[in-house]
């Protein structure tokens, strides 16, 4: 599936669109901008299809509005897919492969064009990876090893080239994790634990080594939770509810701790949810609906509340979007 010259696609040159789709934030159908040229800020989406559909599609957030979403056919995968920023723009994807092939892939986003995916032999895991940048010039890879291996694994990308995997045998979880540099510039991860222990659990990376990792006892999730960085610089957490709470909850981080959860009533999803910045600063979020609404759905937070949320009705999947 991932042999053969990769078909990165080439995004056009930004076309103009009629005053029916001038505002995505005032369109109940989610209406999408034809393809257009990425900008250095603005976040693309990645994810997954449905069903037996596993190659991965992606799009671009252009001014307030997103492009049209474009398949990526040499690349497939059985998990949700990570994408992070880094380099004044450039962007870096990873994920797991499709069916029995549980290795990590990765690409970069090159002028517009995702580079060949290449594979990691040496780091497997069944669900989704995470990257992040750490603001030191290296972008960080953190994923769960394989069947009972639920122990968190993390390296490098530096020079063009991933650093030896590490074992983190302090942490351990069920389900992906996430990471973020916060405003001060420290790298954060957050994770779910492992079994019977659905708490969130987090750490920083600082000066080349993750602190201590601490429980957050107020909050439970049965997946990932996302991190990212609201236009103030400070890092927001959100994720699902356990069992039939299927709510997406929020807090963000003072710097020295989490505010409390707060629910977001007016949401569900049955994955993880996804966050990024977008060129304006504002956080976006992204998650899939609940049931048989696998649309992607987004919102954005201006530091004070979240926007209406929207559905992409273009796009659809069974899992967790990715936003870079």
């Known amino acids: 599936m991932h042999s053969g010259k990769a078909k990165g696609t080439v995004l056009g ?32 989406m990645v994810w997954r299809g ?13 001014g307030g509005k997103w492009t049209k979403q474009q398949v990526l056919d040499d690349r497939r995968t059985e ?12 962007q870096i994807m990873a994920w797991r492969g499709a069916e029995d092939d549980n290795h990590i892939w990765w690409s970069q986003l090159d002028d517009g064009t995702w580079t060949d995916p290449e594979v990691l032999d040496d780091r497997r895991t069944d669900l989704a990876p995470a990257l992040g940048y750490d603001g030191d010039g290296s972008v960080v890879m953190a994923w769960r090893g394989t069947g009972a291996d639920n122990h968190i ?31 001060k510039g420290r790298l954060m991860m957050a994770w ?13 990376f600082d000066d ?12 439970r999730t049965d997946a990932a ?15 699902r509810g356990t069992g039939d709470d299927n709510h997406i909850w929020w807090s963000p981080f003072t710097g ?26 504002r956080l976006i979020m992204a998650w899939r609906g609940t049931g048989t609404d696998n649309h992607v759905w987004w919102s954005q937070f201006d530091d004070k509340k979240w926007s209406q949320q929207r559905s992409l009705n273009d796009r659809r999947t069974d899992l967790a979007p990715a936003l870079g």
């Not at 005032?26 to 800020?41: D, F, I, L, Q, Y």
């Not at 998990?79 to 450039?90: K, V």
């Not at 030896?164 to 990471?179: G, M």
């Open 13 to 44: 040159t930004l076309l103009l669109v009629a005053s029916a789709a001038a505002s995505l934030i005032g369109s109940p159908a989610g209406a999408v901008t034809p393809a257009a040229t990425a900008t250095a800020t603005d976040p693309p």
């Open 208 to 219: 080349g080594a993750w602190s201590e990792q601490k429980s957050l006892d107020d909050r």
């Open 153 to 183: 694994w993390w390296s490098r990308f530096e020079d063009g080239a991933w650093t030896e995997q590490e074992q983190l045998d302090d942490r351990r979880t069920d389900a992906a994790p996430a990471l973020v540099r916060s405003g």
């Open 79 to 90: 998990a949700a897919p990570a994408i992070t920023r880094y380099d004044d723009g450039q």
């Open 192 to 204: 779910r634990g492992a079994d019977t222990d659905n708490h969130l659990w987090w750490s920083q």
């Open 256 to 281: 020295s701790k989490w505010t409390k959860q707060q629910v977001l009533g007016d949401r569900r999803t049955d994955a993880a949810p996804a966050l990024s910045r977008s060129a304006t600063g």
């Open 225 to 239: 939770p996302a991190l990212g960085v609201s236009r103030s610089g400070r890092v927001v957490m959100a994720w």
């Open 50 to 62: 449905t069903g037996d559909d596993n190659r991965l599609w992606w799009s671009q957030l252009n």
